[in-house]
């Protein structure tokens, strides 16, 4: 079955250092995100991808985040200028595109396994 | 706004026994729901999803929900639990025209031998 897989696993950077976290959707999906879940707290959204442009974001997605997709499979997650309260576990996501005529919003969403961000 | 919550942040059933987890939303219009489940060290996976039709959805691994507009809600059940359930599950809406997931707090559920 076709999954969505982020690299790396786990990333250690020094405050203030710039991270770029990659993700491969499934070949097919339309719509990216991602979002991001610091230790015992909800996960939370932070933008969402379509069409190579942004389509929403989330008040924690400021300057100091872009996205990308460079290319025709990767979809990343650039941080600048990194923060101790960046460190959390982010997950990529994608979902297929239209269905019966409507936006694909209530497509499922399909996850990878995260990237465990810590910012020291 | 939209929000979710679960209720309790842990339950603990006896293996076999009926698993019930808690979901109630707020949303101005009927939202989209779904419920995911994340295993130690592992990504976001979905369980289930109701858009449209019947309220009653069944999805992966014995588990099935049903949507109650009146009471607002879309718990999770599974008639007989494994030890393999043993995991954290998430409840989370999104809108007709909203692209985002909004998620509740998650609930560990313990399954005691």
């Known amino acids: 079955e076709p999954e969505v897989t982020q690299t790396p696993s786990h990333q250690v950077t020094q405050m203030g250092q710039e991270v770029i976290l990659r993700c491969v959707p499934i070949?097919?999906?339309?719509?990216f995100y991602w979002y991001r879940q610091i230790l015992g707290q909800k996960v939370e959204f932070l933008v969402s991808f379509y069409n190579n442009e942004i389509s929403e974001k989330s008040e924690i997605f400021d300057d100091q985040f872009s996205v990308e997709r460079p290319d025709g499979s990767n979809f990343t997650l650039k941080i600048r200028s990194t923060k101790l309260e960046d460190s959390a576990m982010y997950f990529c996501?994608?979902?297929?595109?239209?269905?019966?005529?409507?936006?694909?919003?209530?497509?499922?969403?399909?996850f990878g396994d995260g990237t465990r961000l810590s910012i020291l | 706004a939209q929000s979710v919550t679960q209720l309790g942040s842990h339950v603990s059933v006896s293996e076999g026994a009926l698993v019930l987890l808690r979901c109630n939303y707020s949303s101005s219009v009927p939202p989209y729901l779904f419920w995911y489940v994340q295993y130690p060290n592992q990504g976001l996976q979905l369980l289930l999803k109701?858009?449209?039709?019947a309220t009653l959805v069944k999805g992966i691994n014995g588990f099935e929900a049903e949507f109650k507009k009146s009471e607002t809600s879309f718990h999770l059940t599974k008639p007989s639990a494994h030890m393999s359930d043993a995991a954290e599950y998430f409840c989370?809406?999104?809108?007709?025209?909203?692209?985002?997931?909004?998620w509740g707090a998650g609930t560990k559920l313990i399954i005691k031998p």
């Open positions: 109701y858009t449209t039709g």
């Open positions: 996501a994608s979902s297929e595109g239209w269905s019966e005529g409507r936006m694909g919003s209530n497509q499922p969403q399909h």
């Open positions: 989370a809406v999104s809108l007709n025209s909203n692209y985002q997931l909004i």
């Open positions: 070949s097919n999906h339309l719509y």
